[in-house]
């Protein structure tokens, strides 16, 4: 079965890599691709919003499965799209993928289910969201409503960065429509922990937990970015608080979405946070792959992800076993010196070439008119290790990014370190 996979970034990678171990996978597609996942698959030109190209490119090459990567497409009905033109999609259509692409629908939607999450109001008009901002104590949490890259939530420690973060969303207008209406939510303390899952309408399959890095700088210090790094799985948090953050959040999400005449299909990503007591809350719900926790997330499933794939798009989940390795993952994101402001591209890559195959997942690189590896986005590369454990897989990886080089190549040094302690 040939395959089109829309994105380009290191999530699209990961995903074209576990499927290109399928034996049923025969050609697969990528647009519009990038530099590194050109070695695996055949790039496309398309941007991931020229649905109208990206479907006749489909049907003129008897693509068997298009598989969507990047919020923003499925945000614009791109699932909806596919399945106009009778073309297998596996990714959920424009009214569930709301869940990401509207913070307020999300946080309505678990306040009416009573699905743990923090406490919230949320504001269209920027003197009312001030007010009620220097009503609240502080550190507080501002969101855009809207998709913005994840670098659109703000923890906020002092008065005066909520009220900065608040004027920057709805007044500055940094990320356009998308801050038109705002979330301001309290400030939960606790680990962060990540759960994918394979969604099929009511039925839910989760896949191996994660941890992320949001912040740029080592010990979550400075703005956040759209992940530094991630690991799995969590040792350091008991199987049972995830059985409960599956049972008591995903699960009632997934059936929330059914009752609520948007049943979703493909894969819902649950950002959550353990409080200090131990129960499990909402920070928010992603309607994608998670970048980049699919980097360690796939490279340890043992079953075959084409079959999930048409399984949830077929609607045979619940019919569908999977299995996870105990192998441990640990991916360090290597990114351009000044991310997540601005950055530079083009900067020549050393070392790249020495990586074994696999492994090093390309987020933003390109080739240079000589055939070398330069730069191309914020983050570059995302470099994974593997081990029996947290350790071993964490020594690999870091192995890894010491022999990758470029000029003002900035990385966290404490990746994984929250499960050794």
């Keep these: 079965m040939d395959i089109l996979v829309v994105g380009g970034g290191g999530r699209e990678h990961a995903i074209i890599w576990s499927l290109s171990q399928s034996p049923n996978a025969g050609k697969i597609y990528c647009a519009p691709g990038n530099a590194g996942i050109a070695q695996l698959a055949e790039c496309v030109p398309i941007g991931v919003f020229e649905f109208d190209k990206l479907t006749a490119f489909a049907k003129e090459r008897e693509v068997g499965l298009v ?19 009778g073309i297998k999609v596996f990714g959920p259509r424009r009214n569930a993928a709301e869940i990401e692409g509207s913070k307020t629908f999300m946080k309505d939607l678990l306040h009416k289910y009573g699905i743990p999450t923090a406490a919230y109001e949320k504001f269209g008009d920027y003197e009312a969201a001030l007010a009620y901002l220097r009503a609240q104590d502080v550190p507080i949490v501002i969101k855009a409503d809207g998709l913005a890259a994840g670098k659109g939530v703000t923890v906020a420690y002092t008065r005066e960065e909520a009220e900065e973060a608040l004027r920057h969303i709805m007044v500055d207008k940094v990320f356009g429509e998308a801050g038109a209406q705002v979330v301001i939510e309290e400030f939960l303390a ?11 309408g009511e039925t839910v399959r989760p896949m191996a937990a994660a941890q992320d890095h949001k912040p740029v700088f080592d010990g979550d210090k400075g703005p956040n970015t759209g992940g530094m790094g991630t690991y799995s799985p969590l040792p350091h948090i008991p199987a049972s608080i995830i059985e409960e953050a599956v049972k008591t959040i995903i699960e009632p999400t997934a059936k929330a979405m059914v009752a609520e005449g948007r049943s979703f299909s493909g894969v819902l990503f649950a950002g959550l946070m353990i409080s200090p007591d131990g129960r499990p809350k909402t920070i928010e719900f992603n309607a994608r792959f998670g970048d980049p926790e699919t980097q360690v997330v796939l490279p340890r499933l043992k079953s075959d992800l084409l079959e999930i794939f048409l399984a949830v798009t077929e609607g045979r989940l619940k019919d569908t076993d999977i299995e996870w390795s105990d192998e441990a993952a640990v991916c360090v994101v290597l990114a351009s010196e000044g991310y997540p402001g601005t950055y530079p591209k083009g900067v020549p890559i050393t070392g790249l070439d ?16 000589d055939g070398g590896w330069v730069t191309n986005g914020g983050r570059v590369l995302g470099v994974v290790g593997r081990g029996a454990t947290i350790a071993e897989a964490r020594e690999a990886a870091y192995k890894k990014a010491e022999g990758i080089s470029f000029a003002g190549k900035q990385c966290r040094s404490d990746i994984a370190m929250k499960a050794l302690v």
């Design 354 to 369: 020495d990586q074994e195959a696999g492994l090093v997942f390309h987020a933003g690189t390109a080739r240079s008119a």
């Design 190 to 200: 606790g680990q962060e922990m990540s759960i994918l899952a394979f969604v099929d």
């Design 67 to 85: 598989v969507i990567g990047p919020d923003d497409p499925l945000a614009a009905g791109i699932v909806d799209a596919f399945e106009a033109q």
